[in-house]
């Protein structure tokens, strides 16, 4: 009885061995065929939001399959009207949307302003300069087959670096979205495009930079918020600190911006979770001169060095050239500190990268988006977002 037990057990081992085979081998799983790609953070809810600098020569390499969008930089406001003005623009797009036949789900857009960026506050004014605003966007993302617009305001209400700005911009703001949306949708009909709608995404900081906008009317018209938390530390603040902390820092002062921070700012004005997309670097920020404390962690400094992106600091700093690497466990983020030197670098890595993941999702938010993909030719950064979302 055991011989005939053990007998019908083989049996049934080996046909369930073949039915796993051919099952394997009839969806496309099996050995005859290449294995499927693993899930994108795209495709588990969470999105990644990569810049593409349009100044950049060539365009670098890009895994558009880990990409829920690109967003092209930049277009400006010229005359009240979005428009393409930096050289090899229009065929740095047709290369971007190339990326599509690996990724069909891969959304498009131009990015309109930037640091120093003017025209904004004029478009927004009226009736009139709204509704020029919206057309020439619509005229450039038909005429260019784009997925949307990203607007990156710096800042409304605000001086910034000598743009044009008003007490009223809260309230143009928030009516230029409206005026964006509409066209937009007007766009879509006149496409056929269905529920898949043209995206309208704006870049914020937090802090002071938000006090002229109307944040939870604003999110009403837009897709996400590409939040820029980084810089918080750089030329224009008086101490060293982490440009992209996840959490304050032990030595930081009170008023110290960071992820969870501006995170909780927005939801506090009433932004839902999902459309809060959590920006990260791909470049460090270096201080020279700093007092010989701590490190070199929240001292001030003499000199602001400059900016280093991922492949000259694992070239040239981490670990070497007299740069020792320190990680702070309550910002939750690495840091180079050369004590011959006395220079500071802050910075963020894989490691950090994926506790800002491990926050995003926790927090059910939208995703992270990144600056900038020229910094990160080899895709170690963007890889280990990819993984870590998953």
Not at 307 to 330: S, T
């Amino acid at each position: 009885m055991a011989t005939v037990n053990i007998m019908r057990q083989r049996v049934a081992a080996v046909l369930l061995v073949g039915m796993a085979l051919a099952l394997e081998l009839t969806s496309g799983c099996g050995v005859l065929d290449p294995p499927r790609p693993r899930p994108t953070a795209a495709r588990t809810g969470m999105r990644i939001v990569g810049y593409v600098a349009g100044w950049g020569k060539p365009i670098p390499p890009i895994a558009a399959e880990k990409l829920t969008a690109i967003n092209y930089a930049f277009a400006h406001v010229v005359d009240g009207a979005v428009v393409l003005d930096q050289a090899n623009a229009d065929d740095m797009l047709v290369r971007l949307r190339g990326l599509k036949a690996r990724n069909p789900t891969l959304k498009i857009l131009v990015s309109v302003g930037g640091w120093g960026a003017d025209g904004f506050s004029d478009a927004a004014l009226s009736e009139a300069s709204r509704a020029r605003f919206a057309q020439s966007a619509a005229d450039l993302i038909a005429q260019r087959h784009l997925d949307g617009i990203d607007l990156d305001w710096e800042y409304p209400g605000l001086a910034g670096p000598g743009i044009r700005h008003r007490d009223e911009d809260r309230r143009n703001f928030t009516l230029l979205l409206e005026a964006l949306r509409l066209r937009l949708n007007a766009l879509g009909q006149e496409q056929r495009r269905g529920a898949d709608r043209h995206l309208i995404t704006a870049a914020f900081a937090d802090s002071e930079f938000v006090a002229h906008i109307d944040l939870a009317q604003a999110a009403a018209q837009l897709d996400w918020i590409n939040l820029m938390t980084y810089d918080f530390h750089n030329s224009l603040t008086p101490t060293t600190g982490h440009h992209s902390a996840l959490s304050v820092s032990a030595t930081a002062t009170a008023n110290e911006r960071s992820i969870e921070r501006a995170v909780e700012q927005f939801l506090a004005a009433g932004v839902p979770p999902d459309k809060l997309v959590v920006g990260v670097p791909f470049y460090g920020r270096a201080f020279a001169d700093v007092r010989d404390e701590n490190h070199g962690l929240d001292q001030p400094y003499g000199r602001y060095e400059g900016e280093h992106p991922w492949p000259q600091l694992v070239a040239d700093f981490i670990g070497k050239n007299g740069y020792m690497r320190y990680w702070d466990e309550q910002a939750k983020v690495p840091y180079l500190w050369n004590a011959q030197t006395r220079t500071f670098i802050s910075y963020d890595d894989p490691r950090s990268l994926a506790q800002k993941a491990s926050f995003v999702r926790s927090r059910h938010l939208g995703g992270i988006m990144y600056w900038e993909q020229s910094q990160d030719p080899d895709g170690q950064l963007l890889g280990a977002l990819s993984a870590a979302l998953q």
